[in-house]
């Protein structure tokens, strides 16, 4: 029994996060009717600090709102620098773009 309920919380919190990216695919497309595609590497890259600001030893809620912060900074960068440029060209040049960001930030992320 304790091994069934470890897996439905497990299932559950893997289920929260992929509906918080779906939510976020979501809310990003009706706002600013973009696909971006480089969402997920955003999110990675959140991850990634959050682990090593913890790994730096910082308490857990001074790392949350940290991340929170700089992850709000980056994505306001990458949109004011990457994606309102091409704001009024075809649909296909904008996934072009989102696909490119999706191609650099992992590959940063590899290195």
Same mark, same amino acid.
């Given at each position: 029994?304790?091994?069934? =309920? @470890? @897996?439905?919380?497990?299932?559950?919190?893997?289920?929260?996060?992929?509906?918080?990216? #779906?939510?976020?695919?979501?809310?990003?497309? @009706? /706002?600013?009717?973009? $696909?971006?595609?480089? @969402?997920?590497?955003?999110?990675? +890259?959140?991850?990634?600090?959050?682990?090593?600001?913890?790994?730096?030893?910082?308490?857990?809620?001074?790392? +949350?709102?940290?991340? !929170?912060?700089i992850? +709000?900074?980056?994505?306001?960068? =990458?949109?004011?620098?990457?994606?309102?440029? !091409?704001?009024? /060209?075809?649909?296909l040049? =904008?996934?072009? !773009?989102?696909?490119?960001?999706? $191609?650099?930030?992992?590959?940063? #992320?590899?290195?």
């Open positions: 029994m304790d091994i069934f =309920i @470890q @897996q439905v919380v497990s299932g559950l919190a893997t289920g929260g996060i992929y509906a918080s990216l #779906a939510l976020a695919l979501v809310m990003i497309y @009706q /706002a600013t009717d973009v $696909v971006n595609f480089a @969402q997920g590497s955003m999110a990675m +890259f959140s991850t990634y600090l959050a682990w090593s600001l913890l790994q730096a030893g910082l308490p857990y809620w001074v790392t +949350f709102g940290a991340t !929170v912060v992850a +709000f900074a980056g994505g306001l960068l =990458i949109e004011r620098v990457v994606i309102r440029p !091409v704001e009024g /060209a075809p649909i040049t =904008i996934v072009i !773009v989102t696909l490119g960001l999706l $191609v650099i930030l992992t590959s940063v #992320a590899g290195w």
